[in-house]
């Protein structure tokens, strides 16, 4: 089917109790174990990309692959700019044709950041596209940009007023989760999730969760997370194929081989995350 906006996807996820898994892609053949994982769960899903990932090969060529993935497919998919890091990328990526954006500015004090997420909402909902929204930090490294460290935890009470004041569709929260490997087991504050949704009607984002525990991010989509990001383990996935293959066949030079191996362990590795949000069978 054609590519749909992220906003029915999430608000059916608030309403039903679960949550839709959101997975960053570098190449085509992980856009076809997305896709594939989604098919074969009947699983709702969302298909992002980072700057960091734009810059390789474009916005054009990604959004190119996700489409012609799409409309073979019989579930529905988003394309999301995961963490758009200036209002230009942001519309560049709605120019292109990404059917949810999402603009990052967790990193500028805070009446800055409504005013750049709201520039950017009134700048994406006359064309139907929603928007996602950051307020608080997500440690680690996300492509070239480092956090800082200030206060990482979002506070509910700005959390609504951060909502009523830009109209952003969603919000990503600060609990505790890091983008990258984790050094040790990752402890989130669950009770902030509870804290914020009291506050706030939009559907909460969850990042950073590559590697955190499948029992804490259950916990988090049954406090009211409805979106659930994964990107390190799935470049992690990806990598171990291929390394499995060569190790066995080191002579091996049709890239084709050796990247089905990677896409079959990306493929697993999504079904396993869209069984813990709980998406599996809610595809409409």
Same mark, same amino acid.
């Given at each position: 089917?054609?590519?749909?906006? =992220?906003?029915?996807?999430?608000?059916?996820?608030?309403?039903?109790?679960?949550?839709?898994?959101?997975?960053?892609?570098?190449?085509? $053949?992980?856009?076809?174990?997305?896709?594939? *994982?989604?098919?074969?769960? %009947? &699983?709702?899903?969302?298909?992002?990309?980072?700057?960091?990932?734009?810059?390789? #090969?474009?916005? #054009?060529?990604?959004?190119?692959?996700? %489409?012609?993935? #799409?409309?073979?497919?019989?579930?529905?998919?988003?394309?999301?700019?995961?963490?758009?890091? &200036?209002?230009?990328?942001?519309?560049?990526?709605?120019?292109?044709?990404?059917?949810?954006?999402?603009?990052?500015? =967790?990193?500028?004090?805070?009446?800055?950041?409504?005013?750049?997420? !709201?520039?950017? @909402?009134? #700048?994406?909902?006359?064309?139907?596209?929603? @928007?996602?929204?950051?307020?608080? %930090?997500?440690?680690? !490294?996300?492509? /070239?940009?480092?956090?800082?460290?200030?206060?990482?935890?979002?506070?509910?009470?700005?959390?609504?007023?951060?909502?009523?004041?830009?109209?952003?569709?969603?919000?990503?929260?600060?609990?505790?989760? &890091?983008?990258?490997?984790?050094?040790?087991?990752?402890?989130?504050?669950?009770?902030?999730?509870?804290?914020? !949704?009291?506050?706030? =009607?939009?559907?909460? @984002?969850?990042?950073?969760?590559?590697?955190?525990?499948? /029992?804490?991010?259950?916990?988090?989509?049954?406090?009211?997370?409805?979106? @659930?990001?994964?990107?390190?383990?799935?470049?992690?996935?990806?990598?171990?194929?291929?390394?499995?293959?060569? *190790?066995?066949?080191? /002579?091996?030079? /049709?890239?084709?081989?050796?990247?089905?191996?990677?896409? $079959?362990?990306?493929?697993?590795?999504?079904?396993?995350?869209?069984?813990?949000?709980?998406?599996?069978?809610?595809? !409409?």
């Amino acid at each position: 089917m054609p590519l749909v906006t =992220s906003k029915q996807l999430l608000l059916d996820a608030q309403a039903g109790g679960y949550a839709v898994g959101a997975f960053n892609v570098e190449n085509m $053949e992980m856009v076809q174990a997305v896709v594939a *994982a989604a098919e074969e769960l %009947k &699983s709702p899903v969302l298909i992002q990309t980072t700057p960091g990932t734009i810059k390789y #090969a474009g916005l #054009a060529m990604y959004l190119a692959n996700v %489409k012609a993935a #799409a409309e073979a497919a019989s579930v529905p998919i988003a394309m999301h700019l995961d963490h758009g890091n &200036s209002f230009d990328l942001a519309m560049q990526a709605l120019r292109t044709g990404y059917t949810s954006i999402m603009i990052d500015g =967790s990193k500028l004090p805070f009446e800055d950041n409504i005013a750049l997420t !709201k520039s950017v @909402v009134d #700048a994406c909902h006359p064309a139907g596209v929603p @928007v996602e929204a950051e307020l608080g %930090k997500v440690g680690g !490294k996300e492509d /070239d940009l480092v956090g800082d460290d200030s206060d990482p935890y979002t506070d509910p009470e700005q959390a609504r007023e951060f909502v009523e004041r830009t109209n952003c569709d969603f919000l990503a929260i600060g609990i505790g989760t &890091s983008h990258g490997v984790y050094k040790g087991t990752p402890k989130l504050d669950v009770e902030r999730v509870t804290a914020v !949704k009291k506050l706030v =009607s939009v559907p909460l @984002v969850l990042h950073g969760t590559s590697g955190v525990p499948d /029992d804490q991010v259950r916990e988090c989509v049954r406090r009211g997370m409805c979106k @659930v990001n994964y990107a390190t383990d799935l470049r992690i996935a990806f990598t171990n194929g291929i390394k499995e293959y060569m *190790a066995k066949d080191p /002579d091996a030079f /049709d890239p084709k081989k050796y990247n089905a191996v990677g896409r $079959e362990k990306v493929k697993e590795y999504v079904m396993s995350k869209m069984q813990v949000v709980g998406s599996v069978g809610k595809a !409409k």
